[in-house]
């Protein structure tokens, strides 16, 4: 199994931060002015040809979730409850410690005169005591250690050739927001376009990007799975972004995205194959087509409009952001002579947040999160599915949804190896879901201590066989204290109270929705972790 997160977390603890380590008599731009260069905040004046930065976590977890089949001990990615036998206990407790080290090289050398950058990260990380002197990611730190266990992120060389306008070639970040991952604080890219609900990994291809001062392109191609070079049969992915700011304050935009499938499952996260019939959709709680054969031919699209309001809090303290993104498509299946058509797909989800600081730092703040997503009761056995389709089909993860404030119920990005939230894709499984989160955010020291306090709820779209569409409802908390610049210690801890939902014996979108235990209702799950993270540089 791949690596869980990819970069997200690296990011984080930008958007986490804030600028807590700024005297508040600066103005945003000149905070801005002086953490950034090229991509990731350095020292100001820093003018050297190569540079180094890291982000390291470690986090200290318990909980009442486990996984019941020993293959997934060491990690856990994918829907609670799903196939990956992801459960909850009431006698059982879980208890183990994490540890992540992110390390960025960035060279620009003086010769091209900062019209060329090369940029590498990679991933190292571990459950301490977990194996020694062995071959894997995400394992090296039992007893002797000496383990082969580096993963790559990015490798990839930006091009300036004019002013505002940035070539990307080689295995880059996919993000699903009109803002450059590289120059971009991480929180700006979970409030603004699709907020990484579609598309939120690491994807290898060429993009091009113009950041105007007023107008933003992006146009992208990449190739998601090659399989054989000598046939078509290529998961391709294309992508078109604008956006436009029409004041100091409202930017909106429009996207279309369109993929090519003709992979027939072959690839994907190590085993696990990929597609609309693979077993990485059923473990990432994407919708499982039932089709005759894996030998199908797909085309998807995705037309979506996005617009955001005061996205930094720099104007006043009103915050807005919201989408609506439309999926459509077919699917043809072989019928041994040739492709018929067997599904159509038409499905869309909108989202809506909004928040508004109250206080003197941008710490200090309320919001309420929402979402929508179509659901489709009988999935695709009536030749057309109405739910929504995500980068989670394809990725193991490959869209996140870590913004809205949920812990449990929705995923967050403070992970490492384990990743299992109730909704870990926005279809949720096909039945669509109806859901939102409010959270308030309180620095009792400016930039020091902060109190997060959150709850969230959610239906299904659709009611599964036997159950009821209501799904749960969450209460969380979070106290962090801030060492210093970009150091913190957070305490974290969550409870999700289940609903009806879960007491179905529904397998009809071809998974049970309470995977092996699927004659009983769950036992509610719980988690507290404490996390200690620094970005150095």
């Given at each position: 199994?791949k690596?869980?997160?990819?970069?997200?977390?690296?990011?984080?603890?930008l958007g986490?931060?804030g600028?807590?380590?700024f005297?508040?008599?600066?103005?945003?731009?000149?905070?801005?002015?002086?953490i950034?260069?090229?991509?990731l905040?350095?020292?100001a004046?820093t003018?050297?040809?190569?540079?180094?930065?890291?982000?390291f976590?470690?986090q200290?977890v318990?909980?009442?979730?486990?996984?019941?089949?020993?293959l997934?001990n060491?990690q856990?990615?994918?829907?609670?409850?799903g196939?990956?036998?992801s459960?909850?206990?009431?006698?059982?407790?879980?208890?183990?410690?994490?540890?992540?080290?992110l390390?960025?090289?960035?060279?620009?050398p003086?010769?091209?005169?900062?019209?060329?950058?090369?940029?590498?990260?990679?991933?190292?990380?571990?459950?301490?005591?977990?194996?020694?002197y062995?071959l894997s990611?995400?394992?090296?730190?039992?007893?002797?250690?000496?383990?082969?266990n580096?993963?790559?992120?990015?490798?990839?060389?930006?091009?300036?050739?004019?002013?505002?306008?940035y070539v990307n070639i080689?295995?880059?970040?996919?993000?699903?927001?009109?803002?450059?991952p590289?120059r971009?604080?991480?929180?700006?890219?979970?409030?603004?376009?699709?907020?990484?609900?579609?598309?939120?990994?690491?994807g290898?291809?060429?993009?091009?990007r113009?950041?105007?001062?007023?107008?933003?392109?992006?146009?992208?191609?990449?190739?998601?799975?090659e399989?054989?070079?000598?046939?078509?049969?290529?998961?391709t992915?294309?992508?078109l972004?604008?956006e436009?700011k029409f004041?100091?304050?409202w930017?909106?935009?429009a996207?279309?995205?369109?993929?090519?499938d003709?992979?027939?499952?072959?690839?994907?996260?190590s085993?696990?194959?990929?597609g609309?019939?693979?077993?990485?959709?059923?473990?990432?709680?994407?919708?499982?087509?039932?089709?005759?054969?894996?030998?199908?031919?797909?085309?998807i699209?995705?037309?979506?409009?996005?617009?955001s309001?005061?996205?930094?809090f720099?104007?006043?303290?009103?915050q807005?952001?919201g989408?609506?993104?439309?999926n459509?498509?077919?699917?043809?299946?072989?019928?041994?002579?040739?492709?018929?058509?067997?599904?159509?797909?038409?499905g869309?989800?909108?989202?809506?947040?909004?928040?508004?600081?109250?206080?003197?730092t941008?710490?200090?703040f309320?919001?309420?999160?929402?979402?929508?997503t179509?659901?489709?009761g009988?999935?695709?056995?009536?030749?057309?599915?109405?739910?929504?389709?995500t980068?989670?089909?394809?990725?193991?993860?490959?869209?996140?949804f870590?913004s809205?404030?949920?812990?449990?119920?929705?995923?967050h990005?403070?992970?490492?190896?384990?990743?299992?939230?109730?909704?870990?894709?926005?279809?949720n499984?096909g039945?669509?879901?109806t859901?939102?989160?409010?959270?308030?955010?309180?620095?009792?020291?400016?930039?020091?201590?902060?109190?997060?306090?959150?709850?969230?709820?959610a239906?299904s779209t659709?009611?599964?066989?036997?159950?009821?569409?209501?799904?749960?409802?969450e209460?969380?908390?979070?106290?962090?204290?801030?060492?210093?610049?970009?150091?913190?210690?957070?305490?974290?801890?969550a409870y999700?109270?289940?609903?009806?939902f879960f007491?179905?014996?529904?397998?009809?979108?071809g998974?049970?929705i309470?995977?092996?235990n699927y004659?009983?209702?769950?036992t509610?799950?719980w988690?507290?972790?404490?996390?200690?993270?620094?970005l150095?540089?």
């Amino acid at each position: 199994m791949k690596k869980i997160f990819l970069t997200l977390t690296s990011f984080l603890i930008l958007g986490s931060l804030g600028f807590a380590q700024f005297d508040n008599a600066a103005g945003p731009k000149e905070v801005e002015k002086s953490i950034f260069k090229n991509d990731l905040p350095i020292s100001a004046g820093t003018n050297t040809e190569f540079q180094f930065l890291a982000f390291f976590i470690n986090q200290a977890v318990t909980s009442n979730i486990y996984p019941q089949a020993s293959l997934f001990n060491g990690q856990l990615v994918g829907r609670l409850f799903g196939s990956n036998s992801s459960t909850t206990s009431d006698s059982l407790t879980s208890f183990y410690v994490e540890q992540r080290i992110l390390p960025f090289f960035i060279y620009q050398p003086k010769l091209f005169n900062g019209k060329a950058i090369l940029r590498a990260s990679f991933e190292i990380d571990w459950t301490w005591g977990d194996q020694s002197y062995g071959l894997s990611g995400n394992k090296g730190s039992a007893f002797n250690a000496d383990n082969v266990n580096i993963q790559t992120q990015n490798i990839e060389l930006e091009l300036i050739p004019v002013k505002s306008w940035y070539v990307n070639i080689g295995l880059q970040r996919l993000f699903d927001t009109p803002y450059n991952p590289y120059r971009t604080f991480f929180d700006k890219m979970t409030t603004t376009g699709y907020r990484l609900a579609y598309w939120g990994s690491d994807g290898v291809g060429i993009s091009v990007r113009h950041d105007g001062d007023y107008n933003k392109l992006k146009a992208g191609v990449y190739t998601l799975y090659e399989n054989n070079v000598e046939d078509k049969d290529d998961v391709t992915l294309y992508e078109l972004f604008g956006e436009h700011k029409f004041s100091m304050n409202w930017n909106m935009g429009a996207s279309v995205h369109y993929l090519s499938d003709r992979g027939k499952g072959r690839g994907g996260p190590s085993v696990f194959s990929q597609g609309l019939m693979s077993t990485n959709a059923a473990y990432n709680g994407a919708y499982l087509f039932e089709l005759p054969t894996n030998d199908y031919k797909a085309d998807i699209a995705w037309l979506g409009t996005f617009f955001s309001r005061n996205t930094d809090f720099w104007n006043d303290p009103y915050q807005l952001s919201g989408f609506f993104n439309f999926n459509l498509g077919s699917v043809k299946t072989y019928d041994g002579t040739d492709y018929v058509k067997d599904t159509d797909i038409a499905g869309f989800a909108l989202n809506l947040r909004g928040a508004y600081r109250f206080g003197q730092t941008v710490n200090d703040f309320v919001s309420a999160d929402f979402l929508y997503t179509t659901g489709d009761g009988d999935g695709n056995a009536n030749g057309t599915y109405s739910g929504v389709i995500t980068g989670n089909t394809w990725g193991m993860p490959g869209a996140i949804f870590v913004s809205s404030g949920s812990y449990l119920l929705f995923p967050h990005a403070s992970v490492i190896n384990r990743f299992t939230p109730v909704v870990s894709d926005i279809s949720n499984m096909g039945y669509g879901v109806t859901g939102g989160t409010l959270t308030a955010n309180y620095d009792f020291i400016p930039n020091r201590i902060n109190l997060k306090l959150g709850t969230a709820a959610a239906l299904s779209t659709v009611s599964p066989q036997n159950a009821d569409k209501y799904m749960g409802a969450e209460i969380n908390g979070s106290l962090r204290y801030t060492f210093g610049p970009f150091m913190t210690l957070e305490l974290n801890a969550a409870y999700l109270k289940l609903g009806e939902f879960f007491d179905s014996n529904d397998s009809s979108h071809g998974t049970d929705i309470n995977g092996p235990n699927y004659k009983t209702r769950p036992t509610d799950p719980w988690t507290v972790f404490l996390a200690y993270k620094w970005l150095m540089f």
